[in-house]
């Protein structure tokens, strides 16, 4: 059933529509209902219509609903692709010569960082990460990079820097090695679109219909790539929220999805009506973002629970002596299960997974109460030098054996080292020739034997898996004890196993070990979704998830806004991600904060907190609060100050 706004979207015309979603309106089954109504009633072709989704996740659920519908036949024919995904398939891969590459064959990296520091020898770890993220910060904006850039090093010593020459180092070693980053993705299929018209055309004609979900979430290339898709039938649906627009880290801007409406000729469609949560939960939420409403950044809309049951304000709880907040979780979660909820539809959202303290905690105390969990968002998976090392090793068994993979793996070795392991790379596979250290020969000749058992066993990548993990943790153990000068502590030794234990679904799902290489490195969003256990989560991660019950801990004032968040907009965007965690919860929501004095000073609760739409049952949550009216005031006085000493 739809609601009359959502059957005035999914019927609307063909033509250039801007649909704003709020949390819980039901966006993914108008999606799914409006391209059933292309087919069933226009009559248009399954292979004509482009779903773009924004993580692999969402587009094999859409894929899934399309095929529940329509047919499994007729939902295969719908193109359902993350935005990159099809960027890298539909794009760069027609044809990798055209953007400089030497053979049809990329390697996808995660980063730039994982480039450069093999093309710039000179310099320590910390600048190599600074000029990537500078890079990053440039490209991903579609912003000429600047003649001279003031990069860090480890030591904070400052070296001024021709980032053009950088990049163009960077770019004939990519070539030259067939690397990609997931940027490069983006980079280059928006470069092809715009630059080729021929190929442009060929490509736009193929789809007569473009819906795009978390369309808020886009930058500006792929706004434009988007655009030109769609250019020759002008038939697009944007779908999206500014209200939930969190990823300005990746040049994301709600602006550029707002702009569709008035630079682009978009009509405009509203969704309200919140499908998911009780109304206080939403009361909340709506107030959030009240100060974006209030300064125009954002379109005003407030979401409006279609079940309108009387139901308990959400509840903050306020503490005042260390790990009483864990104390808290386990002992609230634990009176949920003696309910009746399930440990799946439970969930604590953080925002940062390692930057909050109660995760420090928590985990270790629900698995002292016997509480299965899962914790999802911890890892930076992809930029794990761990990981890094057994992908290497995983290429190099699927007969991948260029000298990037050979680096990698041999830089494993303690005595190797990466400079002797593009020496001994370089001899691969005339290993007679290979100046291997006298203490390393013995491990080298059973790491090529581990590489040849798993190219033997790649039609079982749990097990490939499990011969890499047994074989490096025991090496580790061996070979980099806690003297050794690049040693584990005992802490980092336990990350190190965390890590490989929050990956290990991805190999049990899937058989082939190419697949669940691919997999991972195109989707780290695969953990099993029907586990029975309570999610610790990154509030990045949750979106588009619900649960029955949410618990927001360290709602302080250094963490809503996030205390690395100093610009006016970057406050702003931490209103929206708050928004976001709030709107996760169906039935009840729980707020807490953890108030103990840090180094004598106690933190202040959240400004983003109206107690009006909160129940507080102690009352020296009072004693605690920011103003939030002076809060955003003294952050728009200093936004100006910033801008006025930029001009000058």
């Known amino acids: ?113 994982t480039i450069l520091k093999d093309t710039i020898a000179d310099k320590d770890k910390v600048f190599i990460e600074n000029v990537a993220e500078e890079l990053e910060k440039y490209l991903s904006r579609n912003k000429p990079l600047p003649p001279i850039a003031f990069i860090v090093d480890g030591k904070g010593v400052g070296y001024e820097v021709d980032l053009s020459v950088l990049f163009a180092d960077m770019r004939r070693y990519q ?38 979900d978390e369309a808020q979430d886009n930058n500006f290339m792929q706004n434009n790539i988007v655009l030109m898709l769609g250019s020759a ?82 509840k903050l709880n306020v503490f005042f002596k260390p790990k009483q907040q864990t104390a808290f979780l386990v002992a609230s979660i634990l009176n949920q299960l003696a309910e009746g909820k399930k440990p799946k539809e439970i969930a604590v959202l ?33 930029n794990s030098i761990h990981i890094k090392n057994m992908l290497s090793v995983f290429y190099l068994a ?106 290990e679904g991805t190999f049990e799902r899937h058989t082939d070990l190419a697949e669940a290489v691919d997999i991972l490195v195109m989707d780290i969003d695969d953990e099993d979704i029907n586990e029975d256990a309570v999610t610790i989560s990154s509030i990045h991660r949750a979106k588009g998830l619900e649960w029955s019950v949410v618990y927001i801990p360290d709602c302080v004032s250094t963490m809503y806004p996030h205390k690395m968040c100093t610009k006016l907009e970057a406050k702003r965007e931490e209103l929206r991600i708050f928004h976001v965690a709030v709107t996760r919860a169906r039935d009840e929501l729980y707020l807490t904060a953890d108030l103990t004095p840090i180094q004598g000073v106690r933190p202040y609760l959240s400004p983003f907190i109206d107690l009006k739409y909160v129940t507080a049952p102690d009352p020296r949550v009072a004693w605690c609060m920011l103003d939030a009216k002076s809060f955003w005031r003294n952050a728009k006085l200093r936004d100006e100050a910033e801008k006025e000493n930029e001009d000058e």
């Open 398 to 503: 699927l007969g991948n054996t260029d000298l990037a993979n050979w680096i990698t793996a041999l830089s494993i070795f303690p005595d190797i080292g990466e400079v002797r392991s593009k020496q001994i790379a370089k001899c691969v596979p005339d290993w007679d020739k290979a100046k291997i250290p006298k203490a390393s020969v013995e491990s080298v000749k059973e790491f090529r034997c581990l590489i040849s058992k798993i190219a033997e066993a790649t039609n079982d990548a749990h097990e490939c898996y499990l011969k890499f993990y047994r074989w490096y943790t025991d090496f580790i153990d061996e070979n980099y004890t806690v003297d050794h000068r690049h040693g584990y502590t005992h802490r980092q030794r336990r990350e190190i196993e965390d890590l490989f234990n929050y990956i």
């Open 233 to 314: 039938h002008n038939n697009i649906t944007a779908v999206g929220d500014d209200a939930q627009s969190m990823y300005q880290f990746r040049g994301a801007d709600p602006s550029f999805f707002l702009s569709l409406k008035d630079h682009h000729d978009f009509s405009l469609y509203t969704l309200t009506t919140n499908y998911r949560s009780n109304q206080p939960i939403l009361d909340l939420g709506n107030s959030i973002l009240q100060p974006n409403f209030e300064d125009e950044v954002q379109v005003e809309k407030y979401l409006i629970a279609h079940n309108p049951t009387q139901a308990a304000k959400p």
């Open 1 to 113: 059933m739809l609601n009359e706004k959502q059957k005035k979207l999914v019927e609307a015309d063909k033509g250039k529509i801007l649909c704003l979603a709020g949390a819980g309106s039901g966006k993914t089954h108008c999606i799914v209902e409006k391209i059933k109504y292309a087919i069933l009633e226009n009559g248009m072709s399954p292979c004509g219509i482009l779903a773009l989704t924004f993580t692999k996740k969402a587009a094999h659920e859409m894929r899934e609903r399309i095929a529940r519908n329509l047919g499994a036949a007729m939902g295969d024919l719908v193109g359902a692709f993350t935005l990159n995904s099809f960027c890298y398939q539909k794009i760069v891969k027609v044809d990798p010569s055209y953007f400089g590459y030497t053979k049809t064959t990329l390697k996808v990296v995660s980063d730039y960082n």
């Open 350 to 382: 953080a925002r940062t997974i390692k930057g909050a303290s109660v995760c420090r905690y928590l985990p270790a105390a629900l698995r002292e109460s016997d509480i299965p969990y899962k914790v999802v968002g911890g890892f930076d998976v992809m």
């Open 175 to 212: 070539f030259e090695h067939n690397l990609i980053t997931f940027t490069d993705q983006i980079i280059f299929a928006y470069q092809r679109l715009r630059d080729d018209v021929a190929f442009r055309n060929r490509t736009a004609v193929q789809y007569t219909l473009i819906i795009v």
